[in-house]
């Protein structure tokens, strides 16, 4: 597919898909690159000191903890190597006790709903109550038309996927399908659908015209 197009395409379903997000309470906004999205999203958290990171690829393809690092910042981040069992469970506490909290979706819809799946549920809980401020950061290959669509989207490709990448003993690692398995090491364990944003959470979401992430 010629990339003009598929650009195209996306600012147009970015369109509809910021429209009911506004609609729905939450402050969204659209950008065409990950350079754009580091812009935007380092003069909005300029003012807070503590900040938890979940398992994104996403949120990291911008280069944020490494800046906010420098910047001197707290951070909350369970990809750090070498955590025991104890210090990893408390990062992932503090993640949700944090000033500012960043994550991606496994699946926007264009009506206006934001879709996390989780095997622990620090995620979950964090971007619904807890910081102050929450940043939702999807490439647009994360948006589908509905919310169907977008629970669809979960099971039939973010879920295999990021079972395979995490290397997990889990039939849609090797199959490439959901089996709505029960496997001790299963990763879809609580799902949280944002209808509408939590009445005391700031939520802003950040759609970028790429590809990015599961």
Known sequence: MDETYKTWLWEKLAERCV????????????VASTEDARNL?????SGYETFGFAGSSTTRALGLV?????RGKTIYDHWQKGLTKEEDLEIRLQ????????????????TGEVVNVDGIGNRTTAMTFGPKKVIIVAGMNKVTPDLESAMRRVQEVAAPMRAKSLGMDTPCAETGFC?????????CRTTTILHRRPSLTDITVVLINQSLGF
Not at 19 to 30: S, T
Not at 41 to 45: F, H, R
Not at 101 to 109: E, H, I, K, T, V
């Open 95 to 110: 993640q949700g006790r944090c000033d500012c909290f960043l994550c991606s979706a496994n699946a926007l819809s264009a």
């Open 19 to 30: 429209a009911n997000l506004k609609k729905h309470d939450f402050d969204a906004h659209f």
């Open 66 to 70: 490494e800046e906010l690092k420098a």
């Open 179 to 187: 089996n709505d398995c029960n496997v001790p090491r299963r990763i």
């Open 41 to 45: 999203l380092l003069d909005m958290i």
